[in-house]
C-alpha cells in the first residue's frame, strides 16, 4: 500500500513538472493541424510554432501563418515566450523567428503562397537571395508582408 | 456493310479521325526498341526534328534528364518503361505543343532542391500527358506558369511506406498554371494526390484519389475550377480549399478520411461557390466551415460521419437545401451563438416530429445542433459521455427549452422522408407548391 502511495505520488509529481515547463517542442510534422489555417503541417523545411506564456505550443505549416497568427491577436504575440520558424538549411531545427533572416523569393514557394524562407545564417541568407533573386526581410517586415498580403511579385 | 454515306460525312469523319494525328502527319517517325537504330530515348529525342514522334516500343531503359526541346509526340508502345535508377529528373520538357504517352517512368529520388518529378515543365504551353504510368517518383507530374494541359488516364503511385510526409512531393502538383484538364487518373501514395496553387479555369473530373498522406486534392488561390465525379479515400484528410471564389464541385465522393483532426472538406475563406450532389460517407468530419460564405450546398448525402457539418461563427449566408443527413453521430455542429446561415428542406433522421398535414414536410423545426455538441465543441473531452444518459436527458431539456444552442440555425420545414435526389426536380416543385414559396 505505502508502495503504490508512493508510486502514484511520484507519477503525480512527474507529470505535473513535466506538464508545465514552458519550452520549445519539436513540431510533430504529419500529425499537427496549423493553428492558423488548419492544414496537416508536413513539410519540415517550412513549420513554425508558438508557445505561450504557459507553456502550450501551437503549431504552424508556415512562416507566414505564424505571422498572420500574430498579426490578427497582437496580444499573443507579444505575451508568448517563443515564436520559432525553421532553418531551411536545417529541418527540423527551430530558430527564434526574431532573429532569423527571411528570403522572399518566387523561386522557393513556401507553403502557403508568401513564398518565404527562414534562414538562420546572415551569410548563408545572402548567398540564397544570390541563387534565387528575391529580398531579405526581417520578421517584423514579414509581420507587415502577411498584414497587406504583399507577395512580391 | 452497306451503309450509304454521303460525301460530306464521308469528309467530316475522316477529317475527324485525322484529327489527333495532326501533328504527325507533318513528321517522321523514329523508333526505339533494343534492335532498332536508336537504343536509347535520349538520343532519339535528342536526333528528332519539331514536330516527329518518337515511338519506344518495349523494353527497359535507365535513363534520366531527357530534355524534349522541341515540339513533339514521345508515345510507348508495349509497356516501355524509363527507369531513373534515383539520378535525378525523368523528363524535362522545354518547348510547347508536346504529347508523352503510354511510358511507364519509375524512381525518382527525394530532392529537396530541385523538387525532381518524372515529367517537369515551366513556362509552357499546349502539353499532353496520358496513359502514363509514374511509380515511385518524389513528384509526379510538376508544371508551373504554364497552360492548356491535358493530364489524363494516368496513374502516379508513390512509395510512401516508412517516409516522412517531408521526404514526400505530390502526384500532380500545378503552380500558376491555367486552362488545364485533369481526368481519369489514379493518385496515390504521395503527400497530396493533386495538388492545385493559383490554378484558373481548369477542370478536374473522375480521378480516384486515394491514400496520399496529407490530402487527396489540396487548392489554393484557385479561382473558377470544377471539380466533378472524383473519389477521395483513405486519405490524411480529404480535400482542402482555401482563399478561393468560384468553386464547383459536383457529384464526388468523399469517404474514410478519419483522424484526431481529419475531415471529408475543409473549407477556409470560400466564397460564392457551390457544392452539389455530393456523398460524404465515414469521415470524421464531413465538411469543415471556416469564414466561408454565399455557398449553396445542395442535394448532398452525409452518411455515418463523426460530424457531418461544422460551421463556425465566421461563415456568413451559406444555403443547405435538400440534404440528406443519415446515421452521424452530429449533424451539425458549430462554435458559438451568432447564427447567419440558412437551412431549409433537409432530411434529418434524428427529426422525430410529425406530419399531420401530409404535405411530406415535417410540422416542427427541427434544431440540427445539440447542446451536446456544442458542449464537446468547447471541452472535447466530454466526447466520452456520448450517448450516455445525463446527455440525451440534457439534450432534451435542450430541445424543449432552447438556452445555449443558436437560434437561428434550424430547419424550417424538415422533409419526412430521405430525398432522392435523382427525381429531385419534380420533388423541389411539390415543395415549392407546398411552402407557397417563390422559386428561390
Same mark, same amino acid.
Given at each position: 500500500?505505502?508502495?503504490?502511495?508512493?508510486?502514484?505520488?511520484?507519477?503525480?509529481?512527474?507529470?505535473?513538472?513535466? *506538464?508545465?515547463?514552458?519550452?520549445?517542442?519539436?513540431?510533430?510534422?504529419?500529425?499537427?493541424?496549423? !493553428?492558423?489555417?488548419?492544414?496537416?503541417?508536413?513539410?519540415?523545411?517550412?513549420?513554425?510554432?508558438?508557445?505561450?506564456?504557459? *507553456?502550450?505550443?501551437?503549431?504552424?505549416?508556415?512562416?507566414?501563418?505564424?505571422?498572420?497568427?500574430? !498579426?490578427?491577436?497582437?496580444?499573443?504575440?507579444?505575451? !508568448?515566450?517563443?515564436?520559432?520558424?525553421?532553418?531551411?538549411?536545417?529541418?527540423?531545427?527551430?530558430?527564434?523567428?526574431?532573429?532569423?533572416?527571411?528570403?522572399?523569393?518566387?523561386?522557393?514557394?513556401?507553403?502557403?503562397?508568401?513564398?518565404?524562407?527562414?534562414?538562420?545564417?546572415?551569410?548563408?541568407?545572402?548567398?540564397?537571395?544570390?541563387?534565387?533573386?528575391?529580398?531579405?526581410?526581417?520578421?517584423?517586415?514579414?509581420?507587415? !508582408?502577411?498584414?497587406?498580403?504583399?507577395?512580391?511579385? | &456493310?452497306? #451503309?450509304?454515306?454521303?460525301?460530306?460525312?464521308?469528309?467530316?469523319?475522316?477529317?475527324?479521325?485525322?484529327?489527333?494525328?495532326?501533328?504527325?502527319?507533318?513528321?517522321?517517325? =523514329?523508333?526505339?526498341?533494343?534492335?532498332?537504330?536508336?537504343?536509347?530515348?535520349?538520343?532519339?529525342?535528342?536526333?528528332?526534328?519539331?514536330? $516527329?514522334?518518337? =515511338? %519506344?516500343?518495349?523494353?527497359?531503359?535507365?535513363?534520366?534528364?531527357?530534355?524534349?526541346?522541341?515540339?513533339?509526340?514521345?508515345?510507348?508502345?508495349?509497356?516501355?518503361?524509363?527507369?531513373?535508377?534515383?539520378?535525378?529528373?525523368?523528363?524535362?520538357?522545354?518547348?510547347?505543343?508536346?504529347?508523352?504517352?503510354?511510358?511507364?517512368?519509375?524512381?525518382?529520388?527525394?530532392?529537396?532542391?530541385?523538387?525532381?518529378?518524372?515529367?517537369?515543365?515551366?513556362?509552357?504551353?499546349?502539353?499532353?500527358?496520358?496513359?502514363?504510368?509514374?511509380?515511385?517518383?518524389?513528384?509526379?507530374?510538376?508544371?508551373?506558369? +504554364?497552360?492548356?494541359?491535358?493530364?489524363?488516364?494516368?496513374?502516379?503511385?508513390?512509395?510512401?511506406?516508412?517516409?516522412?510526409?517531408? +521526404?514526400?512531393?505530390?502526384?500532380?502538383?500545378?503552380?500558376?498554371?491555367?486552362?488545364?484538364?485533369?481526368?481519369?487518373?489514379?493518385?496515390?501514395?504521395?503527400? $497530396?494526390?493533386?495538388?492545385?496553387?493559383?490554378?484558373?479555369?481548369?477542370?478536374?473530373?473522375?480521378? =480516384?484519389?486515394?491514400?496520399?498522406?496529407?490530402?487527396?486534392?489540396?487548392? &489554393?488561390?484557385?479561382?473558377?475550377?470544377?471539380?466533378?465525379?472524383?473519389?477521395?479515400?483513405?486519405?490524411?484528410?480529404?480535400?482542402?480549399?482555401?482563399?478561393?471564389?468560384?468553386?464547383?464541385?459536383?457529384?464526388?465522393?468523399?469517404?474514410?478520411?478519419?483522424?484526431?483532426?481529419?475531415?471529408?472538406?475543409?473549407?477556409?475563406?470560400?466564397?460564392?461557390?457551390?457544392?452539389?450532389?455530393?456523398? @460524404?460517407?465515414?469521415?470524421?468530419?464531413?465538411?469543415?466551415?471556416?469564414?466561408?460564405?454565399?455557398?449553396? #450546398?445542395?442535394?448532398?448525402?452525409?452518411?455515418?460521419?463523426?460530424?457531418?457539418?461544422?460551421?463556425?461563427?465566421?461563415?456568413?449566408?451559406?444555403?443547405?437545401? =435538400?440534404?440528406?443527413?443519415?446515421?452521424?453521430?452530429?449533424?451539425? +455542429?458549430?462554435?458559438?451563438? +451568432?447564427?447567419?446561415?440558412?437551412?431549409?428542406?433537409?432530411?434529418?433522421?434524428?427529426?422525430?416530429?410529425?406530419?399531420?398535414?401530409?404535405?411530406?414536410?415535417?410540422?416542427?423545426?427541427?434544431?440540427?445542433?445539440?447542446?451536446?455538441? &456544442?458542449?464537446?465543441?468547447?471541452?472535447?473531452?466530454?466526447? &466520452?459521455?456520448?450517448?450516455? @444518459?445525463?446527455?440525451?436527458?440534457?439534450?432534451?431539456?435542450?430541445?424543449?427549452?432552447?438556452?445555449?444552442?443558436?437560434?437561428?440555425?434550424?430547419?424550417?420545414?424538415?422533409?419526412?422522408?430521405?430525398?432522392?435526389?435523382?427525381?429531385?426536380?419534380?420533388?423541389?416543385? %411539390?415543395?415549392?407548391?407546398?411552402?407557397?414559396?417563390?422559386?428561390?
Amino acid at each position: 500500500m505505502k508502495l503504490l502511495k508512493s508510486v502514484v505520488s511520484l507519477l503525480f509529481i512527474l507529470v505535473f513538472l513535466t *506538464g508545465c515547463s514552458v519550452e520549445p517542442r519539436p513540431i510533430p510534422y504529419g500529425e499537427a493541424n496549423c !493553428a492558423h489555417c488548419n492544414m496537416t503541417v508536413t513539410d519540415n523545411r517550412y513549420g513554425a510554432e508558438l508557445v505561450n506564456d504557459k *507553456g502550450k505550443p501551437y503549431y504552424f505549416d508556415s512562416a507566414e501563418c505564424l505571422a498572420a497568427y500574430v !498579426a490578427e491577436q497582437p496580444e499573443v504575440g507579444e505575451k !508568448a515566450a517563443y515564436l520559432l520558424v525553421t532553418d531551411y538549411l536545417n529541418p527540423n531545427e527551430l530558430i527564434d523567428a526574431h532573429s532569423a533572416h527571411f528570403l522572399q523569393s518566387e523561386a522557393l514557394p513556401s507553403p502557403m503562397g508568401m513564398n518565404l524562407t527562414a534562414v538562420k545564417d546572415e551569410a548563408a541568407a545572402t548567398q540564397m537571395q544570390q541563387e534565387y533573386g528575391g529580398q531579405l526581410l526581417d520578421w517584423n517586415q514579414v509581420v507587415l !508582408a502577411v498584414k497587406n498580403d504583399d507577395k512580391f511579385q | &456493310m452497306m #451503309i450509304n454515306f454521303s460525301k460530306h460525312t464521308f469528309i467530316l469523319a475522316a477529317a475527324f479521325l485525322l484529327l489527333p494525328w495532326g501533328q504527325v502527319a507533318f513528321g517522321s517517325t =523514329l523508333k526505339v526498341c533494343q534492335t532498332c537504330s536508336y537504343t536509347s530515348v535520349k538520343q532519339a529525342v535528342q536526333a528528332a526534328k519539331p514536330g $516527329d514522334t518518337v =515511338l %519506344v516500343d518495349g523494353g527497359v531503359y535507365q535513363e534520366s534528364g531527357i530534355t524534349i526541346d522541341k515540339p513533339l509526340t514521345l508515345i510507348g508502345k508495349n509497356n516501355p518503361i524509363i527507369d531513373g535508377n534515383f539520378t535525378g529528373q525523368l523528363i524535362s520538357v522545354e518547348s510547347d505543343n508536346v504529347t508523352v504517352k503510354g511510358l511507364t517512368l519509375k524512381n525518382v529520388a527525394t530532392s529537396y532542391r530541385q523538387n525532381d518529378a518524372a515529367i517537369r515543365a515551366k513556362g509552357r504551353r499546349n502539353l499532353r500527358i496520358l496513359d502514363n504510368t509514374i511509380l515511385k517518383t518524389f513528384y509526379g507530374i510538376y508544371l508551373e506558369g +504554364s497552360e492548356g494541359i491535358v493530364i489524363k488516364d494516368n496513374v502516379v503511385r508513390g512509395e510512401n511506406k516508412d517516409r516522412t510526409e517531408s +521526404s514526400l512531393g505530390n502526384a500532380i502538383h500545378l503552380y500558376y498554371t491555367d486552362d488545364v484538364e485533369i481526368s481519369g487518373n489514379d493518385v496515390q501514395g504521395h503527400r $497530396d494526390g493533386i495538388y492545385l496553387e493559383v490554378v484558373k479555369d481548369s477542370q478536374v473530373r473522375n480521378n =480516384l484519389s486515394h491514400k496520399n498522406q496529407r490530402y487527396g486534392l489540396h487548392f &489554393m488561390f484557385s479561382d473558377r475550377n470544377v471539380y466533378t465525379h472524383n473519389t477521395f479515400r483513405s486519405n490524411g484528410a480529404g480535400v482542402a480549399v482555401m482563399y478561393t471564389s468560384n468553386v464547383q464541385m459536383e457529384h464526388n465522393t468523399f469517404e474514410d478520411n478519419w483522424g484526431a483532426a481529419s475531415y471529408g472538406l475543409l473549407l477556409k475563406e470560400i466564397r460564392d461557390s457551390v457544392i452539389r450532389n455530393n456523398h @460524404f460517407r465515414r469521415n470524421t468530419t464531413g465538411i469543415h466551415m471556416e469564414s466561408s460564405s454565399r455557398l449553396d #450546398i445542395k442535394s448532398n448525402d452525409f452518411d455515418r460521419n463523426g460530424w457531418a457539418i461544422k460551421v463556425m461563427t465566421t461563415c456568413l449566408e451559406d444555403t443547405f437545401r =435538400l440534404n440528406n443527413f443519415t446515421g452521424n453521430s452530429f449533424d451539425v +455542429s458549430t462554435n458559438g451563438k +451568432s447564427q447567419h446561415n440558412h437551412f431549409e428542406n433537409n432530411y434529418w433522421d434524428k427529426y422525430s416530429g410529425y406530419d399531420l398535414n401530409k404535405d411530406k414536410i415535417g410540422d416542427v423545426p427541427y434544431r440540427p445542433v445539440s447542446m451536446y455538441s &456544442m458542449l464537446v465543441e468547447r471541452v472535447p473531452p466530454s466526447v &466520452m459521455f456520448m450517448r450516455s @444518459f445525463m446527455v440525451d436527458l440534457m439534450d432534451n431539456i435542450e430541445k424543449v427549452l432552447p438556452s445555449f444552442i443558436p437560434e437561428n440555425l434550424v430547419d424550417e420545414q424538415p422533409m419526412m422522408n430521405k430525398i432522392n435526389h435523382d427525381n429531385n426536380r419534380e420533388l423541389t416543385q %411539390v415543395v415549392r407548391k407546398a411552402a407557397g414559396a417563390e422559386g428561390r
